[in-house]
């Protein structure tokens, strides 16, 4: 099989297409930001789409069946405390009749949720590519224009990596001494650190 060609869309886009660059699959369709980031040059057709799910905790996998079991077999391998189910589609030929999907057999969903520990390691892979706090995915759910705004400071002062990488979003950065001493993360981020339990729905296993 050839390597899926993926289209990715979200806020975990720069991780997950660095993620999935470094695994040579082919990143098809990227926005403008995303194709200026990785110097993207080519067009591909997608046959694997994955965006944001609806309380970006996770993403949904969608596409031709052994692409995208391949997108979400190499994602377990890499996070261990991923979390997988597969979505079951509707009845393909009733739902063509009455025009209300276009999906055709041969097709596979999947809902991914990322825990603690998956969004720490995507953190990790979109800091090899662009300026990024720390717990960056977990706080971009919470309240995304502050990390914005932290991370636009980071690139403009790399002088400032280690204070600002560190410090929790009730805490302006641009009125912060950088002499002082990091402090502990948000509340919001330090109560996500524990193991999350795996569903009982889990249909999907490593």
Same mark, same amino acid.
């Given at each position: 099989?050839?390597?899926?060609?993926?289209?990715?869309?979200?806020?975990?886009?720069?991780?997950?297409?660095?993620?999935?660059?470094?695994?040579?699959?082919?990143?098809?369709?990227?926005?403008?930001?995303?194709?200026?980031?990785?110097?993207?040059?080519?067009?591909?057709?997608?046959?694997?789409?994955?965006?944001?799910?609806?309380?970006?905790?996770?993403?949904?996998?969608?596409?031709?069946?052994?692409?995208?079991?391949?997108?979400?077999?190499?994602?377990?391998?890499?996070?261990?405390?991923?979390?997988?189910?597969?979505?079951?589609?509707?009845?393909?030929?009733?739902?063509?009749?009455?025009?209300?999907?276009?999906?055709?057999?041969?097709?596979?969903?999947?809902?991914?949720?990322?825990?603690?520990?998956?969004?720490?390691?995507?953190?990790?892979?979109?800091?090899?590519?662009?300026?990024?706090?720390?717990?960056?995915?977990?706080?971009?759910?919470?309240? @995304?224009?502050?990390? *914005?705004?932290? +991370? %636009?400071?980071? &690139?403009?002062? #790399?002088?400032?990596?280690?204070?600002?990488?560190? !410090? @929790?979003?009730?805490? *302006?950065?641009? +009125? %912060?001494?950088? &002499?002082?001493? #990091?402090?502990?993360?948000?509340?919001?981020?330090? !109560?996500?650190?524990?193991?999350?339990?795996?569903?009982?729905?889990?249909?999907?296993?490593?």
């Amino acid at each position: 099989m050839s390597k899926p060609k993926v289209m990715i869309r979200g806020i975990y886009t720069t991780a997950l297409t660095k993620f999935f660059a470094d695994r040579g699959y082919l990143i098809a369709q990227p926005s403008a930001a995303t194709a200026e980031r990785f110097n993207l040059n080519k067009v591909h057709e997608r046959n694997v789409a994955i965006v944001d799910r609806p309380d970006k905790q996770g993403v949904t996998v969608e596409g031709e069946a052994e692409p995208a079991e391949s997108v979400v077999l190499v994602l377990l391998k890499a996070l261990p405390d991923m979390i997988v189910r597969e979505i079951t589609l509707p009845n393909f030929l009733e739902e063509q009749r009455s025009g209300k999907f276009s999906l055709q057999t041969g097709f596979l969903s999947f809902d991914v949720e990322f825990p603690y520990g998956s969004k720490i390691f995507l953190d990790s892979v979109r800091s090899q590519v662009a300026a990024t706090i720390n717990n960056h995915h977990l706080l971009k759910i919470i309240d @995304p224009e502050t990390v *914005d705004v932290y +991370e %636009t400071l980071l &690139r403009s002062e #790399p002088e400032r990596n280690e204070d600002l990488k560190s !410090r @929790p979003k009730e805490t *302006d950065p641009r +009125e %912060t001494d950088s &002499r002082k001493k #990091p402090t502990d993360p948000p509340h919001e981020a330090r !109560r996500f650190n524990h193991k999350t339990e795996r569903s009982k729905n889990t249909e999907f296993h490593r």
